[in-house]
């Protein structure tokens, strides 16, 4: 059993109830079945005693206070809650977990790979920070703050410090310079593009490493080489937009939501788990459309265009340079 107590254990105690894993009553006897691994627990007033147990559960977890419990019983119930919390069923929380319960989630899904106070910690040490104006870029400040995240109003010198560049649209002069100035940092620190819905699709990424992913021009040089005329091509990927981007993304609030889901759990994800964070991959992409079935998600990655005239080391150099395949990884 995991846990950071002291010597002595508090009389009341607090255990997650993991939704993983189901309670089955046979007879007397009570099965923990948690994938394919079963534990049998037996005895006199044990399945009672559970049953009361779970229906004391509020938000998935029960307190419990030992010191209530009659003398002669106590040491049998506790071996009973160290026996299901091996057998997976019971998390015991520490702390604040019941209170903020992110850090437990995280720590699930890195499979207890990190420790939960160290997940704990980097969340509340970690800024992040939403850059842009509007509706959406609003909207995630308010949600990231919401689940627990450090919202910073400005991006600090913290290296684990996470940036969000919410662009009005795509070519928004805000995400080309936020691109030039990852990409001028001796250690450029990864950020993460947003884009509204736009009457076609809504974007979360690419997920920014600067030297090592796309950078946002590439980005928009993939987006711009899917137009068959490549003489255009380029042209579109430094074009800027003429007048006011409208905003398509009012009328749909529920895939609004859905983006912004998307944003808050890549960046607790980020935050919490670091480089066990499986959704940061380096250029990865989700676009989130409207169509007649409802909100679709898929996931895509942006790989580098070696002739980005931004961050390829072989920008200007006088040799042909390979192309990757066109009208591939740029969200369509
Ligand atoms: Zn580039």
């Avoid at 049998?40 to 007033?45: K, Q």
């Avoid at 049953?51 to 206070?65: K, S, W």
């Avoid at 959406?136 to 689940?147: G, H, T, V």
């Avoid at 699709?201 to 600067?210: E, K, L, Q, R, S």
């Amino acid at each position: 059993m995991t846990t950071t107590r002291g010597p002595v254990a508090p009389a009341r105690r607090t255990w997650l109830v993991d939704g993983q894993a189901r309670v089955l009553a046979a007879g007397e006897e009570v099965l923990i079945r948690r994938g394919g691994v079963v534990t049998r627990c037996a005895g006199a007033g044990v399945r009672a005693f559970l049953a009361a147990f779970l229906a004391g559960a509020r938000d998935g977890a029960v307190t419990l206070d030992l010191a209530e419990v009659a003398a002669e019983r106590r040491p049998g119930i506790e071996a009973l809650l160290a026996r299901l919390t091996e057998a997976g069923l019971l998390v015991e929380l520490v702390e604040d977990e019941q209170a903020a319960p992110v850090p437990v989630g995280l720590w699930r899904r890195a499979g207890g790979t990190v420790a939960r106070a160290e997940i704990a910690r980097r969340l509340r040490e970690r800024a992040v920070t939403v850059l842009g104006a509007g509706r959406l870029a609003e909207l995630l400040r308010e949600q990231c703050r919401d689940s627990g995240l450090r919202v910073t109003a400005t991006v600090g010198e913290d290296p684990g410090g996470i940036a969000v560049v919410v662009g009005a649209q795509e070519e928004d002069p805000l995400l080309a310079e936020w691109n030039e100035r990852a990409l001028a940092e001796p250690r450029g620190r990864p950020w993460l593009a947003v884009l509204p819905y736009d009457g076609q699709h809504a974007t979360v990424g690419p997920w920014i490493v600067p030297g090592e992913s796309a950078c946002y021009h590439c980005f928009r040089l993939r987006r711009a080489s899917v137009f068959p005329d490549e003489s255009i091509a380029d042209r579109l990927a430094e074009a800027v937009l003429l007048g006011p981007a409208p905003d398509h993304s009012t009328r749909h609030p529920g895939l609004n939501l859905v983006q912004a889901g998307l944003v808050v759990d890549r960046l607790a994800e980020r935050a919490g788990l670091e480089s066990q964070a499986w959704q940061s991959v380096p250029g990865g992409l989700t676009t989130v459309t409207a169509g007649p079935e409802g909100v679709a998600v898929a996931h895509h990655r942006v790989l580098r265009v070696p002739r980005c005239p931004r961050c390829s080391p072989a920008r200007g150099v006088g040799y042909p340079q390979v192309w990757f395949g066109r009208s591939v990884e740029a969200g369509r």
